[in-house]
Structure formats: structure tokens, C-alpha cells
């Protein structure tokens, strides 16, 4: 295990109705809100409603701003940052999904970047770290990309077709509200991306290089086991709440970096889903339901023991003593059957993608960085052959 240091100060407020307590939540750090939400489906079932008159209990005042779109672009949150400037906001309330609270997240720290300084080039580009930004609170609507208590944004350059992220703990919500009642409303494709995204993102920490991660492997098995079990239930029963309160939980602990302490995580395959994204505007779980396998059939000559491991305790594959390839094939078979009785693809060209930008995107992939993924260092043909590999 590697040393380690663990902070995530986000406050989590778990159960139904807890949207009516958002006015007290914000209360403490705010004068003035930039409200922040999607498409509209907060107006549709009343999860608007509830936080404005939650709001206005506390006579907090707010303005807002609307139509964060999936994979949320760059020009939204230049839009927000003169906004935020302009209506003098010191908070910004996050209502929605990973890309509301990541066009939230990228606003605020933007706030803060010297205007004569180039933002998307010198943070985005580079992964400089953001160090400065507005406090923030979310109402989450949707569980998947974890984004209530991490400390990241993931947004795409609509000019140049980037989709990069930064980091930095300053980004981290002040609080995070989860009402699975919230998530009734979620289309059920919705509802599959989602959960590809928290089992992706509970696989990226698992497929490390790292030894003597017992205890942080087996809380990650426990986690990937209670999506494989819940997950096709809530396509089925979208309004049990105790099935959408596993999911929603599972769904923020998978990302809030608890379960990757004492580890590296590879990330390789997140970042050959968002060159895809980037260029095809695909959501973000339905395009890792198809990267993943591929990067794993690519891979786990690297470490053969540890996709062993994962057919047999994630999967109950049981050992193949006179071929152990066999394990590991099976784990990775019965991971993209996973993802298809959830009705999502397992191959691009479900999406009607074909081979036209795939050297584009391996290339665009390498830009300022030395390799992409930890597990296996990916090169430009690397990630070209995986793409071939998902086709
Ligand atoms: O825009 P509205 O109308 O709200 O509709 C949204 C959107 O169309 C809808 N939706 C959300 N909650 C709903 C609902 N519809 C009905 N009822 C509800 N309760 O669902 C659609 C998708 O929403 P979106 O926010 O895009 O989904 P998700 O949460 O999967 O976020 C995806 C984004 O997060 C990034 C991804 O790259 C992608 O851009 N990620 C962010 C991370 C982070 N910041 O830590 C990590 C992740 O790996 C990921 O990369
Ligand atoms: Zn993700």
C-alpha cells in the first residue's frame, strides 16, 4: 500500500425531502446564488419547486442560469463566470447531474482566474491545478458520475473539441444533497449510464499495479457486487426507493477518493471515453460501457493475477487451473453481458461510430500528457488499438 492522505470535507444530507433543507444548507456561505441547473427536468418533477421555496424560507437571494447541456460545454461556463461577476454571487447552487455540478465547479473556479489569463489553455490543457474557487453546493438529481463529492470537473471545449478535466480541493461542495426520490424521473437509459459510470469508476480504482490493497480491493468488490445486484432492479422498480438509495450511496462513495487510497488508479479508459465524447457527444457511461472491456482485453497481460482476481470474487468465475486465461476472458465476458442486460452497447459501432476519427482521437489523447492510464502506459497506438479493438 502507498502512503496516503484522505480529505473530502463535503457534507453528505441523505434521504427523502431533503432538498427542503437546501435554504439552511446554503445559508451560511451565501448573500447571493447562481442557481444552476439542465435541460428542465427539475421543472418537470418538482425539484425545482422545492429548492426555491427553500430558498426563499431563508430570503436567500438568486439568480439563475439554465440549459447545462450532457458533456457541458466551455461556453456555458464563460457564460456563468460573467454572470457570477456581474451579479456579484459569492455561491453557487449545483441542481442536476455530473455535468450541472461540473459547469458549477469549472464557473467558480474560473471566478477566480486572472481575466488575462488564458483559463481552458492554461488549467484544462495542462492539468494545473485549480486553487481558488467560489464555495459550491449541489442537489443531486441523478446518481453516476460522483461529481457531489469529488474534487474534479469534466468539460468539453465546444471550439476545439477537448474534453478535459482539472482538479483541485478547492472544488470539493460544501454540501451534497441526495434524495433518491430524486432519481424516480431518470429516463431508464439514464438510468443504465449511470450505473456504467459508478461500476467504471469503482473498475478504474480496482485495476491498479499496486500490491498489498486487500482491504481497499474488497471494499471495492463489495461495491461493484451491490451495483451488479441493484442495478438491473432499478430499471425494473425505477420508483423503490430502497433500490435507488443502494444505487445513489454506491454511487458517491465509488468517486469521493475514499475507495482509492493506497493505490493508483489507471483512469485509461475515462480518458478514451471522453476523446469519444469530445468528438460524437455520446453520454459519458454509455461510450465506458463500450472503452472499458476493450482497454481490459488489451491490458491484462500487464497483470494477469489481478484479472484472476476479479473474474473470481466480482464475477465467481471459478479458477481454470490448466488455462487461467480462461478465468480472465470469462471476467471480462460476463462484464460486457453486465452491461447489456442494462441495454447498453459494448461496441461503437452500436453507436454508429465507425473507424474515421479513431488515429484523431488516440492522438488528441497524448496531447501534453507523456502516456494516458497507470495500469498499462498507453501510447498513440495503444489507444489506437483499442479503439479498433471496440469497434
Ligand atoms: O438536463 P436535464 O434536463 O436535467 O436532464 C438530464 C440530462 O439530460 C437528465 N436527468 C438528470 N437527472 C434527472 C434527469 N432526467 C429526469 N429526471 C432526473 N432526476 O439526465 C441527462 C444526463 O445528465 P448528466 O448530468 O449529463 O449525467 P451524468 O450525471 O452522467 O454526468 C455526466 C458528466 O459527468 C462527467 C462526464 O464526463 C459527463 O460530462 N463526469 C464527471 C466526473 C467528476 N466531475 O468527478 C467524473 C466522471 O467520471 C465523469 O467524467
Ligand atoms: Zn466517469
Known amino acids: 500500500m502507498e502512503q496516503f492522505e484522505y480529505y473530502n470535507p463535503a457534507r453528505i444530507v441523505f434521504g427523502k425531502d431533503k432538498e427542503l433543507e437546501t435554504g439552511r444548507l446554503v445559508k451560511p456561505y451565501a448573500k447571493k446564488v447562481l442557481l444552476h441547473y439542465g435541460g428542465g427536468s427539475i421543472k418537470k418533477n418538482g425539484v425545482y419547486d422545492r429548492v426555491v421555496a427553500s430558498l426563499r424560507q431563508e430570503q436567500i437571494e438568486f439568480v439563475e442560469l439554465a440549459g447545462v447541456v450532457p458533456n457541458p460545454r466551455y461556453s456555458m461556463v464563460q457564460k456563468g463566470i460573467a454572470l ?14 455530473g455535468s450541472v455540478i461540473d459547469s458549477a465547479k469549472a464557473i467558480a473556479v474560473g471566478y477566480y482566474v486572472d481575466p488575462s489569463v488564458d483559463y481552458w489553455e492554461t488549467y484544462f490543457m495542462t492539468g494545473k491545478p ?3 474557487a467560489l464555495p459550491i453546493g449541489v442537489v443531486l438529481t441523478m446518481p ?66 499496486v500490491s498489498h490493497v486487500d482491504y481497499s480491493d474488497r471494499l471495492l468488490e463489495a461495491s461493484m457486487k451491490t451495483l451488479i445486484h441493484y442495478a438491473p432492479l432499478a430499471l425494473e422498480h425505477p420508483c423503490d426507493y430502497d433500490i435507488r438509495a443502494e444505487i445513489a450511496w454506491v ?18 479508459s475515462h480518458d478514451l471515453q471522453h476523446e469519444l465524447g469530445a468528438i460524437y457527444d455520446i453520454y459519458h457511461g454509455e461510450g465506458l460501457s463500450i472503452m472499458f472491456p476493450a482497454w481490459m482485453k488489451y491490458v491484462w497481460k500487464e497483470n ?88
Open 304 to 391: 494477469p493475477e489481478r484479472f484472476v482476481q476479479f473474474a473470481m470474487r466480482v464475477w465467481g468465475v471459478d479458477y481454470a487451473m490448466e488455462d487461467p486465461e480462461r478465468t480472465i476472458l470469462e471476467g471480462i465476458h460476463q462484464t460486457e453481458v453486465f452491461f447489456q442486460r442494462l441495454g447498453l452497447p459494448i461496441r461503437l459501432h452500436e453507436l454508429n461510430i465507425d473507424d474515421t476519427h479513431f488515429r484523431e482521437m488516440a492522438e488528441k489523447l497524448l496531447v501534453n500528457r507523456e502516456y494516458a492510464g497507470n495500469f498499462k502506459h498507453l501510447t498513440v497506438d495503444d489507444a489506437y488499438n483499442i479503439y479498433c479493438l471496440a469497434k
Open 84 to 97: 457570477c461577476k456581474e451579479e456579484q454571487i459569492d455561491f453557487i447552487l449545483a441542481v442536476g447531474g
Open 251 to 268: 454511487g458517491t462513495i465509488a468517486h469521493n477518493n475514499l475507495l482509492d487510497r493506497g493505490r493508483l488508479g489507471d483512469w485509461g
Open 144 to 209: 453516476a458520475a460522483g461529481s457531489e463529492t469529488s474534487s474534479g470537473t469534466v468539460v468539453t471545449n465546444d471550439e476545439t473539441h477537448f474534453k478535459r478535466s482539472i482538479g483541485g480541493e478547492c472544488m470539493i461542495p460544501k454540501f451534497a444533497i441526495i434524495n433518491p426520490e430524486n432519481n424516480y424521473t431518470m429516463p431508464k437509459y439514464q438510468i443504465s449510464c449511470g450505473c456504467a459510470d459508478i461500476f467504471a469508476h469503482l473498475m478504474e480504482r480496482y485495476f491498479t499495479q
Open 130 to 132: 485549480a486553487e481558488k
